[in-house]
């Protein structure tokens, strides 16, 4: 019973205190939840009129009740997610972004993990703990340092962006999804220790040289490859979208050292690279003048040996003339060699035989003459003499 149906309070009937006066509210009275109770009763009353007790109205409430159950069974998968459907706990299929149904809990369920989601996870390096130095990074060298495959230790900082593999809706083969969320316990954890793993064993085939300069691409594909390799064996349903080297440097005890050898070694590409240009500026210009040398003295040869070949073939034809009339032969290269050593001398005749003088002969000497006049007067008076 209320406390507005009783008589009275230890203070005589009616709702009144010690003073005179009943409780007082400092706002609206609240509804009596009593009546709000018989009220309801009433309308279902009206609803069901044999009451709850009947037949009729069991069976409205378990009909109310089944079909609340069955509806229960949609759900909303999010564009960036993958609906994972369980059957008593047990993985049957998968379902795409939407509205979708499966059968009601208990008997189903239903998991969405995001599937579009790119993942980052560095290695090597973690953000400061620091809030006056917003994103300023903490080295871990128990993560970063690594051996070469020349024995040398190598600082490398690098970051893993990854995915939950999708898999095709209804699909039970290669479920990503499903893999991930059940053979998976931590996946950051996974994924990490995968990364150091694979990284450290392509580091360990290589040397730091190429490592240093410029086999940074080659690096990132072949610790890609070899992460996804290893995470498929697994069956963790994760998709390894990228590895990206940050920092490749050697130890921080040592850094100042690589530095000048990585200087020397620039210095030696450099001069290499200048004595070979100059080598190919040089060795074909050899190369050519050596050839001019070369296809001169052949032609020198081959002039002399034609010449040499001239001389005997008129050798012969000489001696050929000469065997048929000696003395004429003999007398007409006696001329012909005065002719040719005097041809070009001043000459004084004289005649031994000559009586009552020195013996010498006048003559004209017609070529002197010509010597010594102008060309164009020299033609002129011949001229003259030809009319």
Same mark, same amino acid.
């Given at each position: 019973?209320?406390?507005?149906?009783?008589?009275?309070?230890?203070?005589?009937?009616?709702?009144?205190?010690?003073?005179?006066?009943?409780?007082?509210?400092?706002?609206?009275?609240?509804?009596?939840?009593?009546?709000?109770?018989?009220?309801?009763?009433?309308?279902?009353?009206?609803?069901?009129?044999?009451?709850?007790?009947?037949?009729?109205?069991?069976?409205?409430?378990?009909?109310?009740?089944?079909?609340?159950?069955?509806?229960?069974?949609?759900?909303?998968?999010?564009?960036?997610?993958?609906?994972?459907?369980?059957?008593?706990?047990?993985?049957?299929?998968?379902?795409?972004?939407?509205?979708?149904?499966?059968?009601?809990?208990?008997?189903?369920?239903?998991?969405?993990?995001?599937?579009?989601?790119?993942?980052?996870?560095?290695?090597?390096?973690?953000?400061?703990?620091?809030?006056?130095?917003?994103?300023?990074?903490?080295?871990?060298?128990?993560?970063?340092?690594?051996?070469?495959?020349?024995?040398?230790?190598?600082?490398?900082?690098?970051?893993?962006?990854?995915?939950?593999?999708?898999?095709?809706?209804?699909?039970?083969?290669?479920?990503?999804?499903?893999?991930?969320?059940?053979?998976?316990?931590?996946?950051?954890?996974?994924?990490?220790?995968?990364?150091?793993?694979?990284?450290?064993?392509?580091?360990?085939?290589?040397?730091?040289?190429?490592?240093?300069?410029?086999?940074?691409?080659?690096?990132?594909?072949?610790?890609?490859?070899?992460?996804?390799?290893?995470?498929?064996?697994?069956?963790?349903?994760?998709?390894?979208?990228?590895?990206?080297?940050?920092?490749?440097?050697?130890?921080?005890?040592?850094?100042?050292?690589? +530095?000048?050898? !990585?200087? %020397?070694?620039?210095?030696? $590409? @450099?001069?290499?690279? #200048? =004595? /070979?240009?100059? *080598?190919? &500026?040089?060795?074909?210009?050899?190369?050519?003048?050596?050839? +001019?040398?070369? !296809?001169? %003295?052949?032609?020198?040869? $081959? @002039?002399?040996?034609? #010449? =040499? /070949?001239?001389? *005997?073939? &008129?050798?012969?034809?000489?001696?050929?003339?000469?065997?048929?009339?000696?003395?004429?032969?003999?007398?007409?290269?006696?001329?012909?060699?005065?002719?040719?050593?005097?041809?070009?001398?001043?000459?004084?005749?004289?005649?031994?035989?000559?009586?009552?003088?020195?013996?010498?002969?006048?003559?004209?000497?017609?070529?002197?003459?010509?010597?010594?006049?102008?060309?164009?007067?020299?033609?002129?008076?011949?001229?003259?003499?030809?009319?």
């Amino acid at each position: 019973m209320s406390w507005k149906n009783q008589s009275g309070g230890p203070w005589g009937g009616g709702p009144r205190g010690p003073w005179g006066s009943g409780p007082q509210s400092p706002g609206p009275n609240p509804p009596d939840l009593e009546d709000l109770i018989r009220r309801g009763q009433d309308r279902l009353r009206s609803v069901m009129p044999g009451g709850f007790g009947s037949t009729k109205g069991v069976i409205l409430v378990v009909a109310l009740v089944v079909a609340a159950w069955l509806l229960s069974g949609f759900y909303r998968v999010q564009p960036d997610e993958q609906g994972v459907v369980l059957r008593f706990g047990r993985f049957i299929a998968t379902s795409n972004p939407g509205l979708n149904y499966h059968l009601p809990y208990p008997v189903e369920s239903v998991l969405t993990p995001k599937v579009t989601r790119i993942n980052r996870i560095d290695i090597g390096n973690r953000t400061g703990d620091d809030p006056r130095r917003a994103g300023a990074l903490r080295d871990v060298p128990e993560e970063s340092l690594m051996l070469t495959g020349d024995e040398n230790i190598v600082d490398v900082d690098f970051a893993v962006f990854w995915m939950v593999k999708p898999a095709a809706a209804g699909s039970t083969e290669d479920v990503g999804a499903a893999d991930f969320l059940f053979n998976v316990q931590n996946p950051e954890g996974t994924i990490k220790a995968v990364a150091e793993s694979a990284m450290r064993e392509v580091v360990g085939r290589t040397n730091i040289q190429p490592i240093l300069t410029g086999a940074r691409q080659g690096i990132e594909q072949s610790v890609q490859e070899l992460m996804q390799q290893t995470l498929d064996r697994y069956r963790s349903g994760i998709l390894v979208t990228q590895v990206q080297l940050q920092k490749v440097d050697p130890p921080q005890q040592v850094i100042d050292s690589f +530095r000048d050898v !990585q200087a %020397a070694r620039a210095d030696a $590409e @450099r001069l290499q690279n #200048e =004595a /070979q240009a100059y *080598a190919n &500026r040089v060795v074909p210009e050899a190369r050519g003048e050596a050839s +001019r040398i070369s !296809q001169g %003295a052949q032609a020198y040869k $081959e @002039r002399a040996i034609i #010449e =040499a /070949q001239g001389q *005997a073939a &008129r050798f012969l034809s000489v001696l050929t003339e000469y065997e048929k009339a000696p003395e004429v032969t003999r007398q007409r290269i006696y001329l012909e060699t005065l002719e040719r050593v005097f041809g070009g001398m001043d000459k004084i005749i004289i005649d031994p035989s000559a009586q009552g003088g020195q013996g010498v002969v006048p003559y004209l000497p017609l070529g002197a003459l010509d010597r010594s006049r102008p060309a164009g007067q020299t033609q002129g008076t011949a001229q003259g003499a030809t009319r």
